[in-house]
């Protein structure tokens, strides 16, 4: 049986096989007098070379099931390898960098670069990655070349049979994007004072992730299933940057251009009717997001100016156009119903945009640092309204709007500025006050069309002496707009949180402090309150604090040790009311809920140098704990307390490292991953659930616990033992 070699495992063995080769058939020594071999010298017509090549491999065991575990398939068994080759020029001018990382299943990563020193190089980098979504999800769905979804022709077109048809139709879908990213660029130094610097990337993902649509005539129904995923972004970008007449200055121009391939929408089948009839289609057509482009062209600039104190003036000027003339989808794809004509046959929406920052510095005394900004940023929407003729739009496949409707495209304007002053004392105490202004100007479609916020900010730093180091921040808000006026329709007390006038205050502490050079704490504290205080329903009042700290200590210069803890802690309180058919419009239905929030995080770092230089080890410990709750009362005793939600996640890992030789070196690496999900919202749910008429995709979050295990060989060549750890990073 043909046994399968990686590509990028040959494209290494390749290399290193011909470097000696090449160096007899040129007429150099393979090896200069006296050294230990090729691998720590190589040269081809005084090109030198050096770079590395790991191989390595992981086993896993444990009850590893879980989606969450498997998300980015990082902790698949098997093998892996990445390497670098590196070349440079005799002169030492010109310079080549290759590298190549072969890691799990659909996950790769190619690049080379290279070019002259202080004049050009080119780029060119590609990887290829995977997201996992679920391993144990269940469908009755399968996907068509089209991408559009089937049911199985034995199925039941009824609500009464759904509960046989789950059990009969059952499989497990792929649901998993496969990624690539590439992209290629460089520089070229054009004179002394410019620089051009351009790149192209595309970023291409194809698969299914999990997706639903929904039915809402009489009894609202979800159909939930693999959603396909086709698409494509491409994006150029090039910068021009010099300096002239004693301004630095810099021209960018960046293009986006997104492709989906699915531009007429996903078909899927309806698993509760299958012919066409009045409120139920036979097949429900949803949308994706549509082909667009954006441009944006940007101009920065900076000059430093000559006054009797020191002042720098900086600021940027940007444009940018968005469009998108994607087709429109019809009405419906019901048709025991007239399709109503469309108003257009396409958005042609355009959206102009326009940005500003300025930014000065000054220095007007010796002890004094003054700073003033200012944003301007205008989102200008040229999209056409678009007018719906009344009896020409249909809702939930069984209406016929009887009224017009008038499309409101939104377009906002905002602004701020902020002015600062820094005073620094002779006792190492400084000072810090400013005032800020925000200000947004909306379309006359949003409940308030002028909102403004005042800011003020106070910071003090206090560097007492060498240990200790003291820092302590306030920061105050103060919101309010002109008035609220309600879209009909809506309750009129409502109040939309980023609308509605508010307070706000901040504080937090800061302490460092290191009594002796091997001994460090550090601890730090927090505390927010939004209140939006004329607001009777909707969001109320938000309170969060935090407070956490660290402690490293070197007790020898062979061990090191550091441990942290962190606190958060926040509720939110909220009103509203149910509106229902039929429903009086009182106080006795409203409904208050309290959403709180808390999460814990600790863990602890040990570095041992068991043999310096030679044989290192590290032991680590990382917890993580979060806790929900959402507790509600009112609405006549209908208000009920969701399930809380708890989730728990630890992590031990031990790591030894042995440098066998300056060109070989060994790494062995065990961990334990356990995570404990107790969370209602990933309760796995079947494919259907009783007394209910939707379909579900039965994700569910299982408990995981998995022993990992690592090793690794290194081999360095050409003296590239201390470079190439930074180099593979990204590998």
Do not use: C
């Not at 020191?310 to 968005?322: F, L």
């Not at 905002?414 to 105490?429: E, F, H």
């Not at 205050?505 to 460090?520: F, I, K, M, T």
């Amino acid at each position: 049986m043909a046994r399968h070699v990686s590509s990028p495992v040959l494209v290494l063995a390749a290399a290193l096989l011909l470097a000696t080769p090449i160096h007899a058939s040129n007429g150099t020594p393979a090896q200069a007098p006296g050294s230990a071999g090729w691998w720590n010298g190589w040269s081809m017509n005084g090109w030198s070379m050096d770079g590395d090549l790991t191989l390595g491999g992981r086993a896993t065991t444990g009850d590893t099931g879980s989606d969450k575990f498997n998300e980015y398939k990082t902790d698949k068994p098997g093998f892996w390898t990445r390497g670098l080759l590196r070349f440079e020029s005799p002169d030492k001018s010109y310079w080549l960098h290759t590298g190549i990382g072969f890691h799990q299943e659909n996950d790769q990563t190619w690049r080379i670069n290279g070019g002259r020193y202080g004049l050009w190089n080119l780029e060119l980098d590609a990887k290829r990655f995977a997201h996992r979504f679920g391993e144990n999800a269940i469908t009755a769905y399968s996907r068509g070349n089209d991408g559009n979804l089937a049911l199985p022709s034995g199925w039941v077109r009824s609500a009464a049979a759904l509960p046989t048809n789950a059990a009969t139709f059952q499989s497990r879908p792929d649901l998993e994007i496969d990624i690539w990213d590439a992209k290629a660029g460089g520089s070229w130094r054009i004179s002394d004072a410019f620089e051009l610097t351009a790149d192209y990337r595309i970023l291409s993902k194809h698969g299914q992730r999990p997706g639903s649509v929904g039915l809402f005539f009489n009894n609202p129904n979800y159909f939930n299933h693999p959603k396909p995923v086709n698409e494509k972004t491409q994006q150029f970008q090039a910068a021009l940057n010099g300096k002239l007449l004693g301004v630095d200055l810099r021209l960018d121009y960046l293009g986006s251009f997104f492709d989906n391939h699915f531009d007429d929408g996903i078909m899927v089948d309806n698993p509760l009717a299958g012919v066409d009839a009045f409120g139920t289609p036979a097949r429900v057509r949803y949308s994706q997001m549509p082909d667009n482009q954006a441009h944006n062209f940007t101009l920065t600039g900076s000059r430093a100016f000559k006054v009797p104190f020191p002042v720098r003036m900086s600021g940027s000027v940007a444009y940018g156009r968005r469009l998108q003339n994607d087709h429109f989808l019809p009405f419906t794809s019901n048709s025991a119903l007239p399709n109503a004509p469309l108003p257009a046959q396409s958005l042609n929406g355009r959206v102009n945009t326009w940005m500003a920052n300025f930014f000065v510095t000054a220095r007007p005394a010796r002890r004094v640092n003054v700073d003033l900004r200012y944003r301007f940023y205008d989102f200008d929407n040229r999209t056409e309204k678009l007018t719906i003729k009344a009896g020409q739009r249909i809702e939930d496949d069984s209406l016929i709007d009887g009224s017009a409707h008038i499309t409101a495209p939104n377009d906002y304007r905002r602004q701020n500025a902020d002015l600062n002053a820094t005073w620094r004392l002779p006792s190492g105490l400084k000072l810090k006050g400013g005032a800020g202004w925000e200000n947004w100007k909306r379309a006359s479609t949003r409940e308030v069309g002028l909102l403004n916020e005042w800011k003020g900010r106070a910071r003090l730093d206090w560097r007492a002496n060498s240990w200790l180091w003291t820092q302590l921040r306030y920061d105050f808000g103060y919101r309010v707009g002109n008035r609220y006026d309600n879209i009909p329709g809506e309750f009129v007390d409502q109040r939309k949180f980023d609308l509605a006038d508010r307070l706000r205050h901040e504080a937090s502490l800061l302490v460092q402090l290191d009594p002796r050079p091997d001994l460090g704490f550090t601890f730090n504290a927090g505390f927010r309150d939004l209140n939006y205080n004329h607001s009777r329903y909707g969001a109320l009042d938000t309170r969060s604090w935090f407070a956490g700290g660290d402690v490293g200590w070197q007790p020898d210069e062979r061990v090191g040790v550091r441990a942290w803890y962190t606190f958060e802690w926040g509720r939110s309180y909220q009103r509203s009311r149910n509106r229902g058919p039929g429903l009086p419009d009182t106080s006795a239905f409203d409904w208050r809920s309290r959403i709180g929030d808390s999460s814990q995080t600790g863990g602890v770092d040990v570095d041992l140098a068991i043999i310096p230089e030679k044989l290192t080890a590290k032991l680590s410990y990382l917890i993580t704990d979060s806790f929900s709750e959402t507790d509600t009362t009112g609405d006549l005793g209908a208000a009920v307390d969701f399930p809380n939600i708890d989730n728990l996640r630890q992590v031990t890992k031990a790591l030894l490292e042995y440098q066998i030789s300056e060109n070989l070196s060994v790494n062995f690496q065990y961990r334990y991953e356990k995570g404990n999900f107790n969370d209602f919202q990933t309760d796995p749910l079947g494919l259907v659930r009783p007394g209910r008429t939707d379909l579900y995709l039965n994700q569910a979050i299982d408990d995981y616990h998995a022993h990992i295990f690592e090793w690794g060989i290194t081999f360095y060549f050409g003296g590239a033992k201390n470079r190439s750890a930074v180099s593979q990073r990204d590998l």
